[in-house]
């Protein structure tokens, strides 16, 4: 850290955070990026003290388990192309969204089948439509350097290493500073809890878009290839993952899509939980790891581990 932040007290920090409107933000032109990167840089520098940064370096091989990614079928995906179950291209990326700003893709996931399913689902299930989906798991290369930062600085469940490894950025982020006061580490924690927050809500996409923008596209060496946040669709019970495109190619590796119908979709908030009705197609895509992806129908063990990802209630 080249110079100390001015940080706040507890008191002023709880009155900035109170002051803090979104909807101030939500009227600006988000197609210029830069600039309005900037602007919130700015005041986040003249109303906190300072400006949220931290990634953390890690290795794939202790990022434990599988990714997954859910996309909804429609006559135009080309089946014979990995990208098409990859991130979006920059031409499509018109939208702001919960980790990326316009034409800035990223590639959203998740940990568990369910969670990227459900978070598909709120966007995309017709009732009256016909629900075809693509589901596709892809696994972390070995040994690979990899950089990540975990916006679960709130009350979240404790999932895996991710929490130990976003309390090691608060604690990395307030040894920079000299003569910390106790008051001063206090109001850190509740600035980081209100960015962590920002990732729960529909109407904050104005200000997580940018956090993950600040992050993803850092014009840095150094920036993060995976963001991790709360899913909002299991009530922040499971996380969800926000890869930059790079880290895509470079750190993950596509394995099998199913295709799969359903049927019927109803979510409880509250709880988190969900009855789903599925209808499995006959279709396995599976990447010969050598850039080919084969469509051949589906083996009876590919469809128990559909099973298996989604089992029923």
């Known amino acids: 850290m080249t110079r100390r932040p001015k940080l706040l007290s507890s008191e002023q920090v709880t009155q900035a955070i109170a002051e803090f409107k979104i909807d101030d933000w939500a009227n600006l032109d988000y197609a210029k990026v830069d600039e309005y990167a900037t602007a919130l840089d700015n005041y986040f520098i003249t109303k906190f003290g300072f400006v949220f940064h931290t990634v953390r370096t890690s290795n794939t091989n202790k990022l434990i388990g599988k990714v997954y990614r859910v996309r909804k079928f429609n006559k135009s995906i080309n089946g014979n192309l990995i990208a098409e179950f990859s991130h979006p291209p920059a031409s499509l990326t018109k939208n702001i969204q919960r980790a990326n700003l316009p034409y800035h893709p990223v590639f ?39 950089y990540v930062t975990p916006f679960i600085y709130g009350e979240y469940d404790k999932v ?13 982020f307030k040894k920079e500073i000299p003569d910390l006061t106790e ?27 940018y956090l993950g923008h ?9 920036r993060s290839d995976l963001l991790i946040y709360p899913s909002i669709q299991t009530d922040k019970r499971t996380l969800n993952y926000a890869f930059h495109p790079n880290a895509v190619i470079h750190k993950l590796m596509l394995k099998r899509i199913f295709l799969f119908g359903i049927n019927k979709y109803d979510l409880n908030k509250e709880t988190g939980k969900a009855e789903v009705s599925f209808a499995i197609q006959d279709r396995l895509g599976i990447n010969n790891d050598h850039g080919y992806l084969i469509w051949r129908n589906l083996p009876e063990e590919d469809e128990q581990d559909f099973k298996e990802l989604f089992p029923a209630k």
């Open 214 to 222: 600040r992050h993803l596209y850092f014009p840095g060496n150094v």
């Open 160 to 172: 895996d290493a991710y929490n130990q490894m976003a309390a090691k950025g608060v604690a990395q």
């Open 183 to 209: 008051d001063e580490s206090a109001s850190i924690d509740a600035v980081f809890k209100m960015f962590s927050s920002l990732f729960e809500y529909e109407h904050t996409h104005a200000i997580s878009g």
């Open 108 to 146: 959203y996931g998740a940990p568990s089948a369910h969670t990227a399913l459900l978070e598909t689902l709120s966007q995309t299930f017709e009732a009256d439509g016909k629900n075809l989906y693509f589901l596709s798991e892809w696994e972390f290369r070995k040994d690979q350097p990899i």
